[in-house]
């Protein structure tokens, strides 16, 4: 059996360290359309959730 070595750094996870990952080729730089609205889409249901969990009314709206 042929065992072998990693031997790039091994970098953070988040997005600022993968700039450094020989790996990967991506801008931290540039901003995604999609995460970004993901991102958006978390934060609102983050807050209505924590609403909700404090006993105030939250409308929710079904789509589908």
């Not at 993901?38 to 006993?55: E, F, H, N, P």
Request: with cysteine; glycine share 4%.
């Amino acid at each position: 059996m042929l065992l072998c070595r990693y031997v790039a750094e091994l970098v953070d996870s988040d997005l600022a360290s993968q700039a450094y990952n020989p790996e990967l080729t991506i801008d931290p730089h540039r901003s995604n359309p999609v995460i970004d609205q993901q991102i958006v889409q978390l934060k609102l249901v983050t807050d209505k959730l924590r609403k909700a969990y404090s006993g105030f009314h939250v409308d929710w709206i079904n789509i589908g």
